[in-house]
């Protein structure tokens, strides 16, 4: 399957450090002088802004970077996906969505061995030429984590406690959250250790997603600017200390490399405060685009709290309904078109009017207090090459992705300030960071602006000395 024949000894190695969500303006500006790790790297490297793609979110980001192909060549928009035009056939997006090669299959064809440790969508496992611990989409760690089957038992040895995520990381308890943060990342370094003593590589790329959960998890607690922040509070440190622990454990392992090795550090996206929630369906309703067979109610529990009602729980009135939508933290919208749903009720000729009223319609929601949101609205065929799978209508970055959608129903109203998914402080952020270490050029410390993810891995290719593919869409990271 694999040449392994072409494998030059002196090659160059390449290692990518991957913190999902990792927000550049906390490593490059508030705590510059904390991270001495980070600050090493960039000191003597490139460094940057990474803008993400759209929509900025885990699933697909990490494998438009991988691959270097925009969501809509990739055919999938998020974790859950239409697998037709049919209204509840839904899918998640595993490694098994993914039909693009990403850098470590183009590795494999040449003779490259690789190490992937926490890359998303990496489960179901798929042989490499190397090994393999999947990601956070693995349902448990009985469902077989490693490549091959039998490095589990080894990485459960030197890792007896490891996980691949947070599972229940929107919760009220913050001290249970901190506790399984420390341990997983913990026991994360400890499997990474074992590799890097073990295993052969030229390719080392692993994704810590402990960065995107404490973010989501404690945002209100650092940022001054957030609703509901209070000055003082035990948590004010806690991300940054959280950012500590893996600066400290990098510098453990880069330690370990050869001195000719690249070093990328790089995040999907970043991270932001998230001001409230824009409620989707309910606007939709209220506005005469979504049709119920009977209308949601508010509804209150004994304590007084709203009880909401998940949209697919809900029944839809389709002969009468032109819209739905979906919530997380960008919007999707999709339009009940004639011939293409079911029971479809826009006529094919009035398609792209009803988008266009849709964008206006969003666009000139205000807030709470009639102050200008300043939301986004995308149309995949204008900001994809192509547009493949089932596509939302309509993508939604509500304020400027300062608001969430919101997908439940009985919020009285448009606005919330509570996740109906559980407690969460953040939202994802369109620029993600990178920095860039090359050994071959020392003492750059150099700032590079207006990059894209899909411009990482053609830079890692051509570092490795690998032709890159032709259809691959980004540019050069160092590029002029």
């Excluded at 309703?285 to 998940?310: A, H, K, M, Q, V």
């Excluded at 919208?333 to 006529?347: A, D, Q, S, W, Y």
């Excluded at 000729?349 to 709470?368: H, M, N």
Aim: glycine share 8%; aromatic share 12%.
């Amino acid at each position: 399957m694999f040449n392994f024949l072409k494998r030059k000894p002196k090659d160059r190695k390449v290692m990518v450090i991957g913190l999902d969500c990792a927000a550049p303006e906390l490593v490059f500006d508030k705590w510059r002088g904390k991270l001495p790790t980070f600050h090493k790297l960039y000191s003597q490297g490139f460094w940057g802004e990474l803008e993400s793609c759209i929509p900025a979110i885990t699933v697909p980001a990490w494998s438009v970077m991988m691959s270097s192909k925009d969501p809509g060549t990739l055919g999938f928009y998020g974790f859950r996906n239409r697998r037709d035009y049919s209204y509840d056939n839904m899918f998640i997006a595993t490694g098994d969505a993914v039909k693009e090669p990403r850098l470590w299959d183009i590795l494999s064809r040449e003779g490259k061995r690789s190490v992937l440790v926490g890359v998303p969508q990496t489960f179901p496992i798929q042989p490499i030429n190397g090994v393999v611990l999947s990601s956070f989409l693995t349902p448990t760690l009985e469902s077989g984590f490693t490549y091959p089957s039998d490095l589990q038992e080894k990485i459960l040895k030197v890792a007896p406690r490891y996980e691949v995520d947070v599972r229940n990381f929107r919760t009220e308890d913050k001290d249970w959250l901190l506790r399984q943060l420390w341990d997983m990342t913990e026991m994360r370094f400890a499997a990474l250790n074992y590799l890097m003593e073990t295993q052969e590589w030229d390719y080392f790329m692993w994704v810590e997603m402990g960065v995107d959960r404490i973010h989501h998890g404690m945002w209100s607690f650092m940022d001054p600017d957030h609703r509901r922040f209070e000055p003082g509070n035990p948590y004010e440190d806690k991300i940054l200390e959280y950012y500590q622990l893996i600066d400290a454990q990098m510098a453990r392992m880069l330690d370990k490399i050869e001195d000719d090795t690249v070093v990328l550090v790089v995040s999907d996206h970043g991270g932001k405060k998230m001001d409230g929630g824009i409620c989707i369906n309910e606007w939709l309703w209220r506005n005469g685009y979504l049709s119920f067979l009977e209308d949601p109610e508010e509804r209150f529990d004994e304590t007084g709290r709203r009880i909401l009602t998940p949209y697919a729980k809900m029944e839809i009135d389709w002969e009468n309904t032109r819209a739905w939508g979906q919530g997380g933290y960008y919007g999707r919208v999709f339009l009940n078109v004639e011939g293409r749903e079911p029971n479809g009720t826009i006529k094919r000729e009035d398609y792209e009017k009803v988008r266009s009223d849709l964008i206006a319609e969003f666009e000139a929601i205000p807030g709470p207090d009639g102050e200008p949101l300043h939301t986004k609205v995308y149309k995949p065929q204008d900001i994809y090459q192509r547009v493949r799978g089932v596509a939302p209508d309509l993508l939604v970055y509500w304020g400027d992705l300062n608001w969430r959608s919101v997908g439940s129903l009985g919020h009285g109203g448009i606005y919330t300030f509570e996740n109906d998914t559980g407690p969460d402080e953040a939202n994802h952020a369109s620029n993600g960071m990178f920095i860039l270490y090359d050994p071959r050029q020392p003492g750059s410390n150099r700032e590079i602006k207006g990059r894209q993810l899909m411009d990482v891995a053609p830079t890692l290719l051509e570092l490795m000395g690998i032709k890159v593919p032709l259809d691959m869409q980004g540019g050069r990271l160092l590029e002029e």
